[in-house]
Structure formats: structure tokens, C-alpha cells
């Protein structure tokens, strides 16, 4: 290897660790509340070195952000086996995960603001909703084109589960392995709704269920909901 | 009366025209491709007459975003009388309106962006969303302390209202008088699902559900709900 190389992967490495050091400091705290000055400081360089590899705290936020939103889309991918409401239930810790660990971040992020609200940042965060929304569709076996009302029930679902995540931030008084399990049996619990109105939705969440295990998330909703309906 | 006061009052009605002006055109397009000179034709003025009234855009959208505010609020303030379905069911019909008549601007405000994702207008979203759930509240006959898996079931579900009629908006693919129903049907499936955890919450929802009528949207919903999970 010549110098050249050498050097060009140091730059990279460099950057990388950048990002790393800016990604940690924008998960606890909002955009706003992070310097520069911080940032040199954390990676153990002067702040004009960190203005050389990024020329200015939004570029930084933004690789930050980058990195973190092909993290929180990976999150979504699972294995296409077993019972679609154990798959969610897994996706939903994986999600609670990245929320647990970016929680003040991605609060800041979702809320919105001059700080992070750029057309870049939420281009961003239209594609993890999208990579989310591509494998909900894949998981169910739906190809395109998408029904308009089972559509709407996946994207109107992903940001029910954003909001569920906001709202167990802001306090966390509510355990979050009860609303991981909750917003899988919500996905269930909306799309019989949709599917009232829908005879081919219908069809396909009574094969979901039937798909799923007696002792499975799906299964334990429809006997609740139903018990809730008695007399 | 003098001179003095009818000239005051001349302004706070001009200021009250701009407003408007800038309301109709900020509801069909995004702020970014809404103009001062194009409210200031709109209006019948002079550019620089604008100015002196509101010294930027920003503020003029503000002032528009506000006056929205106030009436997208009102619109969830319905007679506590009658079945808990039907109110929420006209109170669906009034927001749905509402996203219709400002249709694009609503989307480029919930969507954010530079032009609009100032901490003033985020403010005032969150204004209209703490009216909603107050009012949500005041119509369940809960008052403080809220609990928590009751005050999540509420936020969520206005947060779920907003995606949905985003969502509709984006093509309206689907009925508005189906989603605004199902929206209703939605609500009572989200506390289903919560109540199945909360003891306190499943006495309270079978309480709204004994209060429906046989074909009120909650009754019907139930009905379905039964008919998806059987053999």
C-alpha cells in the first residue's frame, strides 16, 4: 500500500469516529445544547480539525443522523419464519432498543425544530418509515401494487409506533416491554378494523391468524377483545 | 368615538384581512412557494404596507398558523350528550373538513420543514393536539390525574388522527367519510388493547360500551371484531 492510501483511509477513519463521538452527544441531548467545542473535545482534537472534516455542526448532525437511521432501518429486518406476531414482537424490542439508547435525540429528531428540522434530516426520516413500511409488506407476503387500505394501516401504524415511543420517553411510566407487546397487538387491532370495510384485507389477517400459536400476541388480543365484548 | 380609536381599529382589521389573505393561500400551498408580494396583490395593498403590519413572512404565516389553531381547536369541542361514538364520530367529520379545506398547508406544516419547524408554530401544534386531548378527556369524564396507559391510548390515537389524514391526503385514495369512521372504530380498539393490561381502563371502556347504541359505530365495531376472529 502507498502512503497515499495510507493516509486517504485515515481521513475516512477519522470521520468516522467523528460521527461517533456526535452521535453519542445528539442521543442524550437535543441539537441545540452540543458544541463543536464538545465534540473536538470528546474525539481529542482542536475544533478547527473538526471544522476540516465537517464544515459545520449541521453536516456533523446529519452524518450523525445518517448513521443512525441505517442502524434504526436494519432494526426492522427479521427473518421471514415463525409466527408474524412473534417477528413484530422481536422488531419491537430492537426498536425500543435504539429508542432507549438515542431517547433524548430522537425525541428532539421527531419533535421537530430549527435545529433538525432541514429537508435533508427529514428526508432521512422518511426513509427509515419507508425501509419500516417495505418490510411490514414483505413480512405479510403483499406485493405491489398495495392495497390502499392496507397501505394506510402500516404507515398509519409506524407512526403510532413513534408516537407510542415519544409518549413512553417523556416519563417512561409505563414498562416497555408492555407497550413493545401492546403495539403488536395494535397492528392487529387496526388492521381488523380496516379489514371490516375491506373483504381482501379480511382474508389476509384471518390467515395471519390462523397462522399464529394459541399462547401467541395476535391470539391473546382476539380472546381479550372478545372477552372485553361479553356481557 | 374619536379619530384615535376608529384608527386603531382600522388596523387590527387590515392586520385581520392579512391574515386571511395569507390563511387561504398558506392552506393550498407550502409557505416556501407563498410570496409578500403575492398576499400583498391578494390583499389590495402595497408590498411595503405588508411590512409595516407584519415585519416578515415568518410572522405573517404565524399569525395565519394561529388563527388555524384556534379554529382546528374549536373543532374538537362538541356537546357532552349522546353516545361517546356519535360525538367523536361528527367530531372526525369537523377535523376532516378542516384537513380538506387546508389540505397542502396542513401537510407541509405536519410534515415540518425550514419554512415551517420554527418552535413558535411547533408550539402551536402542540396547542391544538393538548386541546384535542383535553377535550377527549372532558368527554370520557376522566379528570386529573390521568393515567398513564389511558392518557397514552388518548395521545397516541390523536397522533394516529393526524397520519391518517395525512396519509388521505396524500392521493385521497380512500373515502374521507370511511376513514373518519374507522378513526372512531379505531379509538375504541386502541383502549381494547391497552385495557386488556388495565383493570381500571377495561371498567371505563366497558361503561362507553353499554352506553352505545346496537348500531353505533363502538357496537358495530365489537360485532366485527367477534366475526374476523371466528372459525
Same mark, same amino acid.
Not at 426498536?95 to 419533535?111: E, I, N, Y
Not at 401492546?182 to 370495510?197: E, I, P, S, W
Given at each position: ?8 483511509? #485515515? ?16 442521543? !442524550?441531548?437535543? /441539537?441545540?445544547?452540543? *458544541? ?14 473538526? &471544522?476540516? &472534516? ?6 456533523? &448532525?446529519? =452524518?450523525? $443522523? ?6 434504526? =432501518?436494519? !432494526? ?5 419464519? #415463525? ?19 438515542? #431517547?433524548?435525540?430522537?425525541?428532539? +429528531?421527531?419533535?421537530?425544530? /430549527? =435545529?433538525?428540522?432541514? *429537508?435533508?434530516?427529514?428526508? +432521512? ?7 419500516? &413500511?417495505?418490510?411490514?409488506? *414483505? ?25 407510542? @415511543? +415519544? ?8 414498562? !416497555? ?11 392487529? @387491532? +387496526?388492521? @381488523?378494523?380496516?379489514?371490516? !370495510?375491506?373483504?381482501?384485507? @379480511? ?5 395471519? $391468524? ?6 401467541? /400476541? ?10 372485553? =365484548?361479553?356481557?
Amino acid at each position: 500500500m502507498t502512503t497515499g492510501v495510507r493516509r486517504r483511509m #485515515g481521513v475516512e477513519e477519522r470521520r468516522q469516529q467523528l460521527i461517533g463521538v456526535a452521535l453519542e452527544l445528539f442521543s !442524550r441531548r437535543s /441539537p441545540d445544547e452540543v *458544541s463543536i467545542d464538545e465534540i473536538a473535545s470528546r474525539a481529542g482534537i482542536s475544533r478547527p480539525l473538526v &471544522y476540516h &472534516y465537517f464544515p459545520g455542526k449541521l453536516s456533523l &448532525y446529519e =452524518a450523525a $443522523l445518517r448513521r443512525a437511521a441505517e442502524d434504526l =432501518a436494519s !432494526r426492522f429486518e427479521e427473518p421471514q419464519e #415463525g409466527a408474524l406476531g412473534s417477528r413484530l414482537r422481536r422488531v419491537m424490542a430492537r426498536f425500543f432498543d435504539f429508542v432507549d439508547a438515542h #431517547g433524548p435525540g430522537f425525541a428532539a +429528531l421527531m419533535r421537530g425544530g /430549527p =435545529a433538525v428540522g432541514s *429537508s435533508a434530516t427529514n428526508q +432521512l426520516i422518511d426513509s427509515v418509515r419507508q425501509a419500516a &413500511y417495505d418490510q411490514m409488506l *414483505s413480512h405479510m407476503g403483499v406485493t405491489d401494487p398495495v392495497p390502499a387500505r392496507l397501505e394506510l394501516v402500516v404507515r398509519s401504524w409506524i407512526s403510532l409506533v413513534e408516537s407510542t @415511543a +415519544l409518549i413512553w420517553l417523556d416519563g417512561r411510566r409505563l414498562p !416497555r416491554e408492555e407497550l413493545e407487546a401492546q403495539l403488536v397487538q395494535d397492528f392487529a @387491532a +387496526l388492521a @381488523a378494523v380496516a379489514a371490516a !370495510r375491506d373483504g381482501e384485507l @379480511a382474508a389476509l389477517l384471518r390467515e395471519m $391468524l390462523r397462522n399464529e400459536p394459541g399462547d401467541g /400476541p395476535f391470539t391473546d388480543l382476539t380472546v381479550r377483545l372478545i372477552a372485553l =365484548a361479553g356481557p
